[in-house]
């Protein structure tokens, strides 16, 4: 019976070592003064119910209240890591949240290198700035959308994405702070930053004038600029002082750090003139004009560079399936089978492809150069040919056969080996053609009948 006794007491002295040794483990590593004084009983002694209340030691006078809750540290399997730390602001005013700042970082610095109590203290410090941001950009309520310059900005809901000011040129906290995006030119600004815009939207110049600038890197110098950036007129200069001066190489004007970011954009004028898909720095307005006009057809190649053609083999190739397709697009205008099956919808996202062979985007000029353009337009080719000679009757009764020689099959304009006339769009062989006359045989008789009609009488008749 003794014995057991006394392994019962030996496991009791046992349970309360470890349990004494949980709480120490547990204590805050701010509270440096709690840990030395809880484990001074002797390995027989039982452990007191030490309470969190009674393990705090008392504040001196003038110590901030949020610090007090905070006193001990609970890792158990009951923490959440989710949530925000209990009476961590319990600040009301922002000099309370300053001190705190402080002495977290003081405490910082005490701790030991990449520490699990550094880490926790590290955690505590960020959740103390956003409160004192918090406080200094209150989110009142705004108004959804603001009209400014032009600019239609809404109000965003998203609070995760990390996005940069336009205007500032500092990071956007969405979770604490109210931000606007131009649904126009997707300008991105703080709500405390939306009286503070100067500039104008660029998609109201894309409206009423949507043309590029054609002329390569076309610099002027700092002195006709008054040594002033081109958007902002803060002052600059080339050995940056006040500020750096940075070229844009679209409008080759300078801007200030905070309208030029160095963005990169394929100019142009050296893609038109040059081949030249290489991007370039531009300032924030330009490339948000250049995306904006990235798939506006407004490029008449064959008035700009046309040498172009001469050398871009791509180039002549494209050309002839647009013009292939622009011969096909009478053929599905006049088809029930080819509107129902909305066979133009194809080209939905290049709409002046069927309007016209000469008008292009930059767009369309990327997709050449990357040989997206070619590839896609086979395909399309392809179906709407398909549909036309052999899916629809219709379509085949269409066709044309060849009045110089009258063999051969049916005859379509877009076909590789046939010629068209300018004036009447009679189809014919290519050899069958060349090899009679350059003289359509339809043109002619139409042109002998007006001869007859419009022939004077002769004296027979007047008679």
């Known amino acids: 019976m003794r014995g057991g006794a006394a392994a019962v007491r030996w496991d009791a002295m046992e349970y309360d ?21 809880q484990h001074e009983q002797g390995p027989g002694e039982e452990a007191p119910d030490i309470t969190p209340e ?22 158990g399997l009951s923490e959440d890591h989710f949530s925000r730390p209990v009476g961590l602001f319990l600040a009301s005013d922002v000099q309370q949240l300053r001190q705190a700042i402080e002495e977290c970082k003081q405490v910082i610095l005490e701790l030991p290198e990449q520490s699990e109590k550094q880490k926790d203290a590290v955690v505590r410090l960020i959740h103390l700035r956003l409160k004192l941001q918090e406080l200094k950009d ?108 940075r070229q844009c190489d679209y409008t080759g004007q300078y801007y200030c750090s905070h309208c030029h970011w160095n963005d990169l954009a394929v100019i142009p004028a050296r893609v038109v003139h040059n081949w030249d898909f290489e991007p370039r720095k531009v300032s924030r307005c330009s490339m948000r004009y250049l995306a904006l006009m990235v798939s506006r057809p407004v490029l008449r190649l064959r008035e700009i560079n046309p040498l172009l053609f001469n050398y871009v083999e791509e180039l002549v190739e494209i050309r002839k399936l647009r013009q292939d397709i622009l011969l096909m697009k009478p053929y599905f205008i006049t088809c029930r089978e080819a509107m129902e099956a909305r066979l133009l919808l194809q080209l939905q996202d290049r709409q002046h492809f069927v ?53 051969g099959d049916v005859l379509f304009p877009f076909d590789s080996h046939t010629s068209v006339c ?33 022939q004077e009488p002769g004296p027979d008749v007047e008679a």
């Open 17 to 37: 070592e470890k349990l004494a040794r949980f709480r120490q483990a547990h204590l805050n590593p701010f509270n440096k003064q709690s840990g030395p004084r």
């Open 54 to 75: 009674e393990a705090l030691p008392e504040l001196p006078p003038g110590e901030p209240e949020f610090r007090c809750p905070e006193r001990v540290m609970d890792l």
């Open 138 to 245: 209150p989110n009142e309520d705004e108004p959804n959308i603001r009209v400014l310059l032009e600019h239609r900005f809404y109000k965003e809901k998203s609070k995760s994405v990390k996005q940069t000011c336009d205007k500032c040129n500092t990071i956007i906290w969405g979770l604490i702070q109210t931000w606007y995006t131009c649904t126009g030119c997707y300008y991105r600004c703080h709500s405390k930053c939306l009286n503070l815009i100067s500039k104008p939207c660029v998609s109201s110049k894309v409206s009423h004038q949507a043309e590029y600038e054609l002329n390569i890197c076309p610099e002027t110098g700092l002195d006709s600029q008054d040594y002033r950036c081109a958007e902002c007129r803060a002052p600059i200069s080339l050995r940056g002082v006040p500020s750096e001066a």
């Open 355 to 407: 309007e016209n062979d000469e008008m292009y985007s930059v767009q369309d000029l990327l997709d050449v150069h990357a040989g997206r353009l070619g590839c896609s337009l086979t395909e399309i080719h392809t179906l709407f040919a398909k549909h036309i000679k052999l899916d629809c009757e219709r379509c085949q009764a269409k066709g044309f056969v060849c009045e110089l020689c009258r063999e």
């Open 422 to 454: 300018t004036d009447c769009s009679a189809v014919f062989h290519r050899d069958c053609y060349y090899d009679n006359s350059t003289t359509c045989p339809k043109c002619a008789r139409l042109s002998l009948r007006k001869q007859s009609l419009f």
